[in-house]
């Protein structure tokens, strides 16, 4: 069974995403990279991404992560921001229950991103 089926597929992972946004459009640390966005858009494309990096179904048909977050690189978006999210997500995987193993996986595989997000 994939990550991706163990965490409830698309219906899981689309109810941790909106979890996800509503911890990061309320934090005024990192909601600034949201600013005149379509957060639907983006939690759909995230949906597909996450599905595809946790050994789901391939739907994904958007940028690359250098590419999808270079405006909030321009914006100023760094190891802190990153961080903030990243705690977010994790913080996120445990209030759904996902037992602690299966959140670390997660977050390895949502790790190996980092530099591309960074662009460095």
Do not use: C
Not at 19 to 42: S, T
Not at 70 to 82: I, P
Request: overall charge negative; charged content about 30%; glycine content about 12%.
């Amino acid at each position: 069974m994939s990550l991706h089926e163990e965490l409830g597929g698309d219906e899981g992972v689309a109810a941790a995403l909106d979890h996800f946004y509503e911890k990061v459009l309320a934090d005024d640390r990192v909601n600034i990279y949201f600013d005149g966005r379509n957060v639907e858009h983006i939690k759909s494309q995230q949906k597909d991404f996450l599905a595809m990096a946790l050994g789901g179904p391939n739907r994904y048909k958007g940028r690359d992560l250098s590419k999808a977050h270079a405006r909030a690189r321009e914006q100023g978006l760094g190891e802190e921001g990153y961080d903030v999210f990243m705690g977010h997500f994790r913080d996120t995987l445990k209030e759904l229950g996902v037992p602690e193993t299966k959140v670390e996986e997660v977050m390895a595989i949502a790790h190996t991103g980092k530099e591309e997000v960074l662009g460095q």
